[in-house]
T-cell receptor
């Protein structure tokens, strides 16, 4: 089984809808991250969490929120989706040496 | 602030030839440096990292990278490219003294031609 799983893998939604992306990890790490990937822009950090009580904004947090339900679970929400949030979203977890382990990604399309 | 640059969007190399994917960084302190690879429709996979010590770092699949402090570079290299090395490569940096998270470059698409 994969160490980092993301659901759903693909999602098409409409402008204004609320959507949640979920991430689970079995690596036992405290640190978890949400990234967004757009062509030519690399990965941009949305939110990160170093433990269940530690939530931090990344470089592009506007329009997004997160919830760290447990050490192993970190979900990303778009309260009111807009078309420019169409992107590939990755969850990751890391050890204390910063090596990050990524999920397979969620392809989100907002119409 | 920390930043990382990958000056080439695309690198093409013939199979069997050596390959280099370039990365330069900017930090105010000392860096942690990383290379990741992304195959189509997959998440990023860790290749190698520089934390401290030997400037030449060896990683997965025969890749290596050299940390050059004076040139603030961390180029990825492989002596003999394979067609299966074709993928998107990302460099990442964290300033040890001041940052809690990584900053990723924009990525370099490597194509190895048969």
């Amino acid at each position: 089984d994969a160490d980092v799983t993301q659901t759903p893998r693909n999602r098409i939604t409409k402008t204004g809808k609320r959507i949640m992306l979920e991430c689970s990890q079995t690596k036992g790490h405290d640190r978890m991250y949400w990234y967004r990937q757009d062509p030519g822009l690399g990965l941009q950090l949305i939110y990160y969490s170093f433990d269940v009580k530690d939530i931090n904004k990344g470089e592009i947090s506007d329009g997004y929120s997160v919830s760290r339900q447990a050490q192993a679970k970190f979900s990303l929400s778009l309260e009111s989706a807009i078309p420019n949030q169409t992107a590939l979203y990755f969850c990751a977890t890391s050890d204390y040496a910063d090596t990050q382990y990524f999920g397979p990604g969620t392809r989100l399309t907002v119409l | 602030a920390q930043s990382v640059a990958q000056p080439e969007d695309q690198v093409n190399v013939a199979e069997g030839n050596p390959l280099t994917v370039k990365c330069t960084y900017s930090v105010s302190g000392n860096p942690y440096l990383f290379w990741y690879v992304q195959y189509p429709n997959r998440g990023l996979q860790f290749l190698l990292k520089y934390i401290t010590g030997d400037n030449l770092v060896k990683g997965s699949y025969g890749f290596e990278a050299e940390f050059n402090k004076s040139q603030t570079s961390f180029h990825l290299k492989k002596p003999s490219a394979l067609v299966s090395d074709s993928a998107l490569y990302f460099c990442a940096v964290r300033d040890r003294g001041s940052a809690r998270q990584l900053t990723f470059g924009s990525g370099t698409q490597l194509t190895v031609l048969p």
